[in-house]
């Protein structure tokens, strides 16, 4: 690329980088209605036995960490003492014997994945037992794919073997930067074992699909510094990079606002960190997953890119047959159905007192329409596959034909400028995103997207982050 061709594409990076949701579900979670009637849950929870996918993906929400990283945007919490830890734990098999009673037991579990939080500060002991009660009473399928999210100061051998021999075959390291001043500045502890020897242990032990996750946009960093974080993980060769950048939300998570006495990356330095990064794992050979992961060409999630069924769901990127409708568990968890959404309390206190008097968590929903179940298509398509056959994707039932043309007349009007700057195109009647779209691949969905305008209370950017 040349000296000229580069600025071009910097300037128009910059010029359509804007505040719109991660959309990591369709609706957004400020969509949900707060205190919905518990019987429509119920009947969401019912419904989806026979209506969507079989498979049961299974998501446990851990919220404590060890320390508070100024750049978290997760529910969660620190200090808390032993006791009241292993009481929560303890308070989500109950949760899973009360979500017991809505589920048709013969229907396969495909994913289980422990996010937070910090999934593995918590006891192993408890973490044994509630997978003992999980596959206890649900048809583990033998390909399921059992994941959890590390922090990597924690981490150790033995708790490695521990992880593997309970059944856990995937790990997510968060990494986020090898700078010590970088660490420093959020802070954050550096890994207990280097990446590389970390990664090789783990593969050694038979995990796959291991992860290690990076965070540009972070005070203290620079393109010079952050490459050499690239080299060394690229020297570590995980089977996959997660490369986001940092949200920066201090209206929403007030932590954040302590960053802001350091020197951070700005706009430019930024969209220029992302994009040598992104450049960099293709040269070594990975392949670019949707718009911010990368994974080997042999991983599955490159083959499930390649044959058109990558899926994203709140976990992040996966195999549209290991994801299944996701089933949520713990505060403030989110489960993702075919036919809605619901999320738990997200205060822990709220969360348990439902659980112990015998009622589902639950703190706010959604109900799709077909409308919202053709838009969802449309999006996840585009954040995935990176194209999208629109005509296709309308051909839900219910649909009426005045909004199906005055939606489809919307959108190429907001798309004609994206056209227009090599953005997108049009190919074997599908819409592509070329590859200097992909890093806008957020902004283009919207286009898609009939509530971008209208996304409740304030404005776009106080309530999202930034495409880049």
């Not at 580069?6 to 359509?16: M, N, R, S, V």
């Not at 700078?179 to 038979?206: F, K, T």
């Not at 972070?218 to 690239?230: A, D, I, N, W």
């Not at 190919?427 to 969905?445: F, I, K, S």
Request: hydrophobic share 35%; charged share 25%; glycine share 8%.
């Amino acid at each position: 690329m040349t000296i000229t061709e580069e600025k071009t594409l910097e300037q128009l990076l910059l010029k359509y980088d804007g505040a719109v949701p991660r959309y990591t579900s369709y609706p957004p979670a400020n969509f949900f209605t707060e205190d919905p009637a518990v019987a429509d849950c119920e009947e969401l929870l019912r419904t989806s036995n026979h209506v969507g996918p079989r498979n049961i993906s299974l998501y446990i929400h851990i919220p404590f960490c060890a320390r508070r990283c100024l750049f978290c945007g997760c529910h969660t919490e620190t200090g808390r003492p032993g006791v009241f830890i292993r009481q929560y734990l303890e308070m989500l098999q109950k949760e899973f014997r009360l979500l017991l009673s809505y589920l048709d037991r013969s229907r396969p579990v495909t994913q289980i994945h422990f996010g937070g939080g910090t999934p593995n500060f918590v006891p192993f002991a408890n973490l044994e037992e509630l997978m003992k009660c999980i596959t206890g009473e649900l048809h583990l399928d033998p390909s399921a794919e059992i994941a959890m999210e590390c922090d990597p100061s924690l981490i150790s051998l033995p708790r490695l073997e521990e992880l593997r021999r309970v059944g856990f075959n995937r790990l997510s390291f968060g990494i986020q930067d090898v700078n010590p001043q970088v660490l420093g500045a959020v802070d954050r502890r550096p890994s207990r074992i280097a990446a590389e020897e970390l990664v090789h242990i783990c593969r050694s032990l038979g995990f796959t699909g291991i992860n290690l996750d990076l965070i540009y946009g972070l005070p203290f960093q620079t393109r010079e510094s952050f490459q050499k974080t690239v080299d060394a993980i690229i020297e570590a060769d995980p089977d996959r990079v997660s490369l986001f950048p940092y949200a920066h939300v201090p209206w929403v998570k007030g932590h954040q606002a302590a960053l802001q006495k350091f020197p951070m990356p700005d706009s430019m330095d930024r969209l220029r960190i992302g994009a040598e990064s992104r450049e960099a794992f293709l040269r070594a050979g990975y392949d670019a997953i949707g718009m911010d992961h990368f994974s080997k060409p042999d991983d599955a999630l490159a083959i499930a890119q390649r044959e058109g069924h990558l899926h994203r769901n709140f976990q992040g990127y996966c195999s549209a047959t290991n994801a299944g409708q996701v089933y949520a568990l713990g505060a403030s968890g989110i489960s993702q159905l075919h036919q809605g959404y619901f999320q738990n309390e997200k205060e822990i206190a709220r969360y348990e007192a439902k659980v112990n008097e015998g009622k589902l968590p639950i703190h706010n929903a959604y109900r799709m329409t077909p409308v919202d179940i053709s838009v969802r298509k449309i999006i996840n398509s585009l954040l995935c596959q990176g194209k999208v056959d629109v005509e296709r994707a309308l051909s839900e039932p219910g649909l009426e034909l005045p909004w199906k043309f005055s939606y489809q007349m919307n959108s190429r009007r907001q798309l004609a400028s994206y056209a227009q700057d090599g953005l997108v195109r049009e190919e074997n009647g599908m819409l592509v995103l070329t590859d200097t779209g992909r890093p806008l691949a957020r902004m283009v969905a919207s286009a898609f997207d009939p509530r971008a305008a209208s996304s409740g209370p304030g404005t776009l950017e106080t309530r999202y982050s930034r495409a880049i």
